[in-house]
């Protein structure tokens, strides 16, 4: 019995000689885990084999995730600005990104609007409305204007003659009675003493001698 516990008390040994042997054998004994394996990648960082040494995401690209080998392109309507990002930035209201791999978003042309964020394709503005570059929502064409068509980027100044409402796609011609300056919004009915005969007019006509007009709005001179 004496024997046979000597002999298991020679083989722990011999075992744990032998893993201490292994271990020296290790660069930096059994504690360098990290440099004999390599360090993983952290987000924003990438290496062909996912390990240190790391390289930053350069721009127009993210690393999301740790340990990967490849970057990822920048999903459209999102930029990467600079190195080293771990997502897309979405674009913000007024701004847009049509492709991958943006490193910066873009203002919404003049016409169209891009409403939220991370817009790909910019909304054209509908009949009636307008609006300057970089906005994020489209304006009510002004009363004296026109925006005759989608996407109008300035709104189209009513000339004499003629008026139109807010919202307007076209301008209306001013009536008999009533003249429109340039930029009018609504007719302006002709002073007592003027008269205003044809539609169209940009200005009202003093009364003629011999006749009156005593009312507003007078389209014919009645005679004295």
């Known amino acids: 019995m004496g024997g046979f516990i000597g002999f298991r008390g020679l083989l722990g040994f011999a075992v744990l000689v032998c893993v201490a042997i292994g271990l020296a054998g290790l660069p930096g004994g059994g504690s360098a885990r990290a440099t004999s394996v390599g360090t993983v990648c952290q987000d924003g960082t990438y290496s062909p084999t996912g390990l240190s040494p790391c390289t930053p995401a350069p721009p127009g690209s993210f690393v999301s995730v740790t340990g990967v080998t490849s970057t990822t392109p920048c999903n459209p309507g999102t930029y990467c600005p600079g190195q080293g990002n771990t997502a897309g930035i979405p674009a913000s209201a007024g701004q847009y990104v049509p492709g991958v791999g943006a490193v910066q978003a873009q203002p919404c042309p003049a016409g169209s609007f891009c409403a939220g964020l991370a817009t790909v394709v910019p909304s054209p503005d509908p009949i009636g409305f307008y609006s300057p570059m ?50 009018a919004g609504a007719p302006t009915p002709a002073s007592p003493g003027q008269y205003v005969p044809t539609a169209g007019a940009g200005l009202a006509q003093p009364c003629p001698a011999g006749s009156f007009c005593a009312s507003s709005g007078t389209v014919t001179p009645s005679p004295d």
């Open 134 to 183: 970089g906005a994020s929502a489209a304006l009510i064409c002004p009363a004296g204007t026109t925006c005759p068509t989608q996407g109008t980027a300035t709104p189209i100044v009513d000339v004499a003659g003629t008026y139109s409402a807010p919202g307007s796609a076209t301008a209306l011609i001013c009536p008999a009675g009533s003249f429109c300056p340039t930029g």
